[in-house]
């Protein structure tokens, strides 16, 4: 399965960012809620971890999932507790090795094998996108800190999927109904190829980097700290709280409140 070799790159990649980098700055807080590199990386190992029960231990991912759901206001300290506090450079091996099982155990199954989680069950696929992209996204926040400039790859193709895809989830999640259909989306890939989706609109439209639009859907940054062109009321509305990640309604990041720190 492609999105299993394309979570591991992408793993890999940060990892190599956070050893190289930030081994000894794993107290250093991010302007991600304030989390520490420690709290990033140990959040990606656990549900790292929780994906592979999806496939190893159900029973085990449903205690977890129920621990969860009931003290969402305390997943640091959940994700803190199930690993006994592992960190720094522990928790960097630990984290590297559940990368690799991750990937391996994904790359081995159906693709459409349904799986469960909280919620409606999903598509190997789907979850080990998620993985992907909570690994990107969580990793915008170290590079941030880092004052790293990040270089990416067509591989978030990915995330620019799951965001076109999750276009009524933002309003669902919300109680709300989108206000249009969707707009159209034309991006610019790291490559320099062009990825367009939806019914080409010279009206209601959002055009530019794919990254920049990576970053509105997984709300690492505010649409207006991007290169981002939006134009037309649904296009407008929707990026202002784009969400592709499942879970409670996020308002995204007010302008400049989330950027290159170094």
Not at 181 to 192: F, K
Request: hydrophobic share 40%; proline share 5%; aromatic share 10%.
């Amino acid at each position: 399965m492609q999105q299993a070799k394309d979570f591991f790159a992408e793993s890999v990649e940060l990892h190599t960012l956070v050893a190289e980098n930030a081994a000894s700055k794993m107290e250093t807080p991010t302007l991600f809620k304030s989390w520490t590199i420690n709290e990033i990386v140990r959040h990606l190992h656990f549900w790292n971890v929780m994906a592979t029960c999806q496939i190893t231990d159900e029973s085990r991912l449903q205690d977890v999932l129920k621990v969860v759901g009931s003290n969402l206001g305390q997943l640091r300290d959940i994700e803190h507790n199930y690993f006994d506090g592992l960190s720094g450079t522990s928790l960097l091996t630990a984290w590297y090795e559940g990368i690799k099982t991750t990937s391996d155990q994904f790359s081995a199954i159906d693709p459409k094998q349904r799986l469960e989680w909280a919620g409606p069950s999903m598509s190997a696929r789907s979850s080990i996108t998620a993985r992907l992209m909570e690994t990107w996204a969580h990793g915008q926040a170290i590079y941030d800190v880092l004052g790293i400039d990040r270089v990416n790859t067509d591989r978030i193709k990915n995330i620019v999927i799951l965001g076109i895809n999750t276009f009524h989830w933002t309003y669902k999640v919300r109680g709300e109904t989108a206000p249009g259909p969707m707009p159209y989306v034309a991006l610019t890939a790291p490559s320099d190829d062009e990825w367009a989706f939806g019914d080409d609109n010279t009206t209601d439209y959002i055009k530019g980097p794919a990254d920049a639009f990576c970053q509105v859907v997984t709300q690492t940054r505010n649409v207006k700290d991007t290169p981002l062109q939006v134009r037309g009321a649904v296009a407008s509305d929707w990026m202002s709280k784009a969400q592709c990640f499942a879970g409670l309604p996020e308002t995204p990041p007010g302008v400049g409140q989330r950027h290159k720190t170094a």
